[in-house]
């Protein structure tokens, strides 16, 4: 069992819809990344968050260090949105296996 | 500001040939990371450096793999003699501060895709 859980490992949704990705971890962490890896393989950091909540456009993250557990939100998604949303968790990055997200229009 | 940048995009070797891959981070991080991902796996630590200096290579897989940063600027990954095991995208990522602190956001390359016939 990996250290760091995602959930769904895919997920299709037209385009509007309300997105949300999961992220459970079993091992002691003090902060989660959330990072997104476009089709060509690129990854970008999205948010390193520790506590609560954090905001950048149309992208919510949340996370409850006592209950181990992070979310990723996505507000309207756009088919610019689909890619592979990956969660790792530090002090060592540990990381999760990534939910495949495709946006359709 | 140029983002952190890898060499080569794609390497196909055969097996018991060498291959050294290239990172250059974003210049004045002091933080450089090596990240493997193999075919269905989730990315994997390899190694951490800060600046010159190894801080945690327990990720690395065997001594088959040495990286090295010298003057603490690019780092090279050299894998000598290559197995089929070590196909995969390699990443390398920076972040600033010092003391190696894992609460710097990292900025990742786009990676080498290495493949081991």
């Known amino acids: 069992k990996n250290e760091v859980e995602q959930s769904p490992q895919n997920l299709t949704a037209q385009e509007g819809e309300f997105i949300t990705i999961n992220c459970s971890y079993s091992?002691?962490?003090?902060?989660l990344h959330w990072l997104q890896q476009h089709p060509g393989g690129g990854i970008v950091s999205l948010f390193m968050?520790?506590?609560g909540k954090k905001k950048h456009g149309r992208l919510i993250a949340t996370i409850n260090i006592q209950e181990k557990h992070s979310s990723l939100h996505i507000t309207a998604s756009h088919p610019r949105d689909s890619a592979v949303y990956i969660c790792a968790g530090t002090d060592k990055l540990i990381f999760g296996t990534g939910t495949r997200l495709q946006v359709f229009p | 500001e140029a983002g952190v940048t890898q060499f080569p995009s794609h390497s196909v070797i055969e097996k018991g040939q060498t291959v050294t891959l290239r990172c250059d981070p974003i210049?004045?991080?002091?933080?450089l990371y090596w990240y493997r991902r193999v075919m269905g796996k989730e990315i994997k630590f390899l190694l951490h450096?800060?600046?010159?200096?190894?801080?945690?290579e327990s990720g690395m897989p065997n001594n088959r793999f040495l990286a090295e940063r010298t003057g603490g600027t690019y780092s090279t990954l050299k894998v000598q003699p290559a197995e089929l095991e070590d196909s995969g995208v390699y990443f390398c990522?920076?972040?600033?501060?010092?003391?190696?602190?894992?609460?710097?956001?990292?900025?990742f390359g786009p990676g080498t895709r290495l493949t081991v016939l």
């Open positions: 091992v002691g962490i003090s902060a």
């Open positions: 968050l520790s506590s």
């Open positions: 210049s004045g991080h002091d933080n």
């Open positions: 450096f800060v600046k010159e200096s190894k801080q945690d």
């Open positions: 990522a920076s972040s600033q501060g010092l003391g190696g602190s894992f609460y710097n956001e990292q900025f």
